[in-house]
């Protein structure tokens, strides 16, 4: 696989992602939590505008360290099709959406050489996946935990 290619599948995740949110949000009812999901949402649309706009020509034809399990299937997100999911599955499903797409990006990083900038910007994406997960994580404290 291809710099290019790490790039246009990162597109592709944070296209779901962004689809990911929009599902969820359609399913809530309570308009913090959908207005929360919405945030998610936008938050991935910037993220895939960002690798969009990426100039990745210098890295065309560099191929990422190899290895025999490219841990493709372990970055799909699956959309949930059950409508009875309450706002704290929902949102635990949101945290974990991140976890995933962080460790996506930290593996991608860990493909490319440690000085690339390729490597950097992976890193950077998984920093904005891991505050992405650290908000949702506030929400499910602030409404689910503080009273226990």
Do not use: W
């Amino acid at each position: 696989m291809e710099f290019a290619q790490l790039i246009d599948f990162a597109i592709a995740q944070e296209e779901k992602a962004a689809e990911f949110y929009t599902c969820l949000a359609e399913r809530v009812k309570q308009s913090d939590a959908k207005a929360m999901l919405h945030k998610l949402r936008d938050f991935e649309l910037e993220l895939k505008a960002m690798l969009q706009e990426y100039d990745y020509t210098e890295y065309i034809g560099e191929n990422p360290r190899i290895v025999r399990d490219l841990k493709l299937t372990d970055y799909i997100m699956e959309l949930i099709e059950s409508d009875g999911l309450d706002v704290q599955q929902i949102l635990i499903l949101a945290s974990k959406n991140e976890k995933i797409t962080r460790d996506m990006y930290l593996d991608m990083s860990a493909r490319l050489s440690n000085e690339s900038v390729g490597s950097e910007m992976f890193k950077i994406l998984a920093e904005q996946e891991d505050g992405h997960k650290r908000i949702i994580e506030e929400e499910l404290e602030d409404a689910f935990f503080r009273e226990i």
